[in-house]
């Protein structure tokens, strides 16, 4: 093993650095000793049986992050699941010692159920399906989104789109915006503008992780055009990626928007885009020349009034919550119950000290931890009181979504 020689504590921190750092350039370097799936593999087994669920002080909630972080390879994908990944997740999942394991291992396999093999698998296991019906239903909301997410993506192609009704690809009505949570304000301002300019806009605004599937199947399907807003956080969302495909499997129009200076889509991502010219928004630009070429692309499609077909129902833009006030909603102006509620979704409203903090305070956290991360970390450990690395993840993970 290329990391035999070092101390175990010092192995899983290079292992569960490498899941997260590692790029489909460099991947590489893993697949020439795969011996890393074992050893992360074996490590989340000897955490899952000990009495406190850790391995030299790393929990299974971390160690299966590890392992979700490696999957995001799709040679990975398979490797992972013909090593035991599978029945291990699952039995992690059954075993139900906290939401965190839970979530991480329900993620994990919807990780791993884009890959065709690994589809198979999981549809073979009707104890696992059964499993993930279940858990459809858990209180713990993302907990469900994940399993409904695995559910979606081992249905074929037919029951994915059993509802479409022999319309042509430009079957009517909106333009749709596929973006991560990361890039939404940017998205917002463009949205009001296409609607300003005639078109029927679908952008979901309120919570991209809390929208069913059935609502993203049916954005796509009633849309002319569908603009995949890339970037590396795009490519690693499993709801972005589940959005990109079925769009493409609809033959959908798709309009790339860059959404990182200098980003290259690779991987699913940069097999669906091709060779397509992109709308620039990644700031390289000014952002009301971008917006000309995009109007430019975009031409009649999606506009009222335009060549696509009639809309059923209403005209109407279609978005969880009114554009203006989620505009007006930003994490600036979060109240107090709002950072609860936030706090209580990512499982860490037990923390008092996080408690009084500001939707201000929370924002310049996050500008803090890309600007001065040395103190940023220092900051959340010595004065909020986050001594655990998992409770660490969850926050900052959660910092970088806001």
Known sequence: MFIELLFSDIKLL????????????????????DSIFDDIIQMIKWANKSEGH????????ELVSGLKGLARNDQ????????????????????????GEVLQATEAIRVLSFSKDNKNHIKKDENLIQLLTDLTKNT???????????????????????????????STGHVMISYQWADQKKLIQISQMLSEAGYLVWMDIKDMEGSTLQAMADAVEKACVVLVCMSERYKESSNCR???EYAFTLKKPIIPLMMQRG????GWLGMIL???LFVDFSGKYSFDDSFKNLSRQLGRDGKIGGDADEVDGPIAVIRSVPLQAARGNGTNEWSTNDVSKWLKKIGLNSKEKLQSLTGE????????????PEFYFSYVKTDLGLHRLDDLMKFTNAIDQI
């Open 274 to 276: 091709g060779a397509k």
């Open 263 to 266: 980003y290259k889509p690779n």
């Open 54 to 61: 850790r391995f030299d002080g790393f929990s299974v909630e």
């Open 361 to 372: 305070q929370l924002t310049f956290l996050k500008k803090l931890s890309n600007r001065a």
């Open 242 to 244: 589940t959005e990109a």
């Open 140 to 170: 713990v909301e993302n907990v469900a989104n994940a399993a409904s997410g695995i559910l979606w993506n081992i249905k074929d192609d037919k029951e994915k789109h059993e509802n479409v009704k022999n319309s042509p690809a430009k």
């Open 76 to 99: 990975n994908k398979n490797i992972l699941t013909k090593k035991g990944a599978l029945p291990l997740l699952k039995e992690i999942i059954t075993t139900k010692y906290n939401d």
């Open 14 to 33: 290079v292992l569960l650095t490498l899941a997260n750092i590692i790029n489909e350039e460099e991947n590489h370097l893993l697949l020439a000793d």
